[in-house]
């Protein structure tokens, strides 16, 4: 209930979002459509070590994701390329966006790409449509804490573990991302 008056609210604030994704967490039977919002505050500004960390992204509610519009961008390229699916969705690569040596011993790139920190972001939708209400308090002190091999880390290694991207909803895609698009890819 919570969940869902905070998702509506959002959503006033926010306007349109710049696409909606198919996300689950992986013991969830159902898809479910998420918005991703995109905002200039998210943006991967000097004071981001990498361009599109977990830094960038944050999952206020279980139908709402925050993230940069270079972000947002940077997804939209990686799916132009290579299309998830509900059949096909992305997983966060050995379960771990920052442990590469979990990465390549899983036979993926030691670099996470966009679309998998998103996964891992539909991890944590999962968790608040579980947890409720309890995620906020939960969330935003463990999310500190960032993946590892402690309890208190056990929020964030869940979400990686979890999480499920199943591509964009067609037609979802907001003009102003995609007048982004047509310009030359910006540093990544
Ligand atoms: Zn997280």
Redesign the pocket.
């Known amino acids: 209930m919570v969940d869902r008056v905070f998702s509506a609210w959002f959503r006033w604030l926010g306007g349109a979002p710049c696409f909606r994704i198919y996300g689950k967490a992986r013991p969830e039977a159902d898809w479910h459509i998420i918005d991703v919002f995109a905002t200039h505050r998210r943006n991967s500004g000097s004071s981001w070590p990498a361009p599109f960390f ?1 830094g960038t ?1 944050i ?1 206020w509610t279980s139908q709402v994701i925050a993230v940069g519009w270079d972000f947002a961008e940077s997804v939209l390229r990686e799916q132009a390329d290579d299309p998830a699916s509900r059949d096909r969705p992305v997983a966060v690569a050995g379960g771990r966006i920052g442990d590469w040596k979990r990465r390549v011993a899983a036979g993926a790139s030691s670099q996470t790409s966009a679309c998998e920190v998103l996964a ?2 539909c ?2 939708t999962g968790q608040v449509r579980r947890l409720g209400v309890a995620y906020w308090p939960i ?1 935003g002190t463990l ?1 500190l804490f ?1 993946e590892g091999p402690h309890w208190y880390n056990r ?2 290694n869940q ?2 573990e979890e999480g499920l991207f199943g591509g964009i909803v067609n037609g979802s895609v907001c003009a102003e991302l995609m007048e982004r698009l047509q310009r030359p890819a910006t540093e990544e």
């Open positions: 977990r992204c999952t891992h972001e991890g944590h969330g999310t960032r929020f964030e979400a990686s």
